[in-house]
């Protein structure tokens, strides 16, 4: 199977463009923004050796989705999915901070309170609680956006009092933080998933704050099967989930968190099929219909190309 994990794309008006771990996002004229989610993974903020065939198509389109479904809650930067792949949309200023949101102790979260912890950016948490356990109400635990390296943790008043982001902008990204959350946990509810936790990044446009880059998707989010959640929580057992998680676990139990002298594990082609299988099943589940795999693997850089030239040169008309 074929991944896409290197894009070198020369669109037309093309002013940059920045390389993330998983997204190259291209500046089209200081106006848009194409969007391609490549098969890249990480984990620990390092890239892992191999890409997963249709991981970018599923964070993709899960995205898409969502950006559509809660666009009445907040304007957000999609304007159009030309292909499978990529998403184009509206140039925001983006904000140096990323907006994490918990409704469960679980993950770094669980790690830190294990190791004795009872603040987390700023936010008291109860004693006495366990892997899994549900907060009494959702928490924001925000973190910086690092340029490079580990993203770190901070509070909202670190982030009001440097000057990182206004006190008025940070509580209206707080309070859309809190309504797509709780939508995003509706959504998944009624498709018999919990949304655990996830992240959302915003950035500014002509004076209004936008909702950007991805949305609910398996690499910003955590969803355990809402089935056998309380009997598995009860019993002290690991939870059923969906999220990248398991491939966290997976480089845990072979002794890399991304530490110094830590060298990468091997990736097998069987473990990058069972990842791709595992994405794929949290699309289905998510989104409730079957994943279509784009059939047009054969150059996948050229058919972005083609689709992403093709809307350019439409939407300039």
């Known amino acids: ?38 098969d890249r993974i990480s ?14 198509q599923v964070l993709n389109q899960i995205a ?9 809650i907040v304007p957000n930067w999609k304007l159009a999915t030309p292909d499978p792949m990529v998403t184009v949309g509206l140039k925001c200023e983006g ?19 294990r190791a004795g912890a009872r603040t987390l950016c700023g936010v008291a948490l109860p004693d006495g ?38 006190k008025e902008d940070y509580e209206k990204m707080e309070e859309y933080t809190y309504k ?34 991805e949305i609910h998707t398996p690499d910003s989010s955590r969803y355990f099967y809402a089935d056998g959640y309380e009997q598995r929580f009860l019993n002290g057992e690991p939870q059923r989930q969906l999220s990248k998680e398991f491939v966290r676990q997976w ?11 830590q060298k990468m594990p091997e990736m097998s082609d069987e473990f990058v099929e ?8 949290l699309y289905e589940h998510i989104v409730g219909e079957k994943f279509d795999k784009s059939a047009d693997v054969s150059d996948i850089s050229a058919r972005i190309e083609r689709n992403v030239n093709a809307f350019l040169a439409n939407y300039k008309k």
């Open 1 to 38: 199977m074929k991944a896409l994990t290197k894009t070198e794309f020369n669109f037309p008006g093309q002013k940059g463009v920045y390389h993330g771990k998983v997204r190259d996002v291209y500046d089209i004229d200081d106006d848009l923004m194409v969007m391609v989610v490549t």
């Open 43 to 56: 984990a620990f903020d390092a890239i892992l050796p191999k890409g997963i065939p249709f991981k970018g």
């Open 64 to 72: 898409a989705k969502f950006l559509d479904s809660t666009a009445d």
């Open 95 to 113: 904000f140096r901070v990323e907006m994490i949101i918990r409704g469960y102790l679980t993950g770094s979260a669980w790690r830190e309170y």
């Open 129 to 166: 609680m366990q892997e899994n356990e549900k907060f009494p109400h959702p928490i924001i635990t925000p973190t910086t956006k690092a340029e490079t390296g580990h993203d770190e943790n901070i509070s909202k008043e670190e982030i009001i009092a440097q000057g990182i982001v206004s």
């Open 180 to 213: 797509l959350f709780a939508a995003g946990s509706a959504i998944a509810a009624s498709k018999g998933l919990i949304l655990v936790d996830t992240k959302y990044e915003f950035g500014k446009r002509d004076g209004k704050v936008y909702l950007i880059d």
């Open 251 to 261: 480089l845990i139990d072979r002794g890399f968190m991304n530490q110094p002298g």
């Open 274 to 281: 069972s990842v791709s299988d595992r994405y794929i099943e």
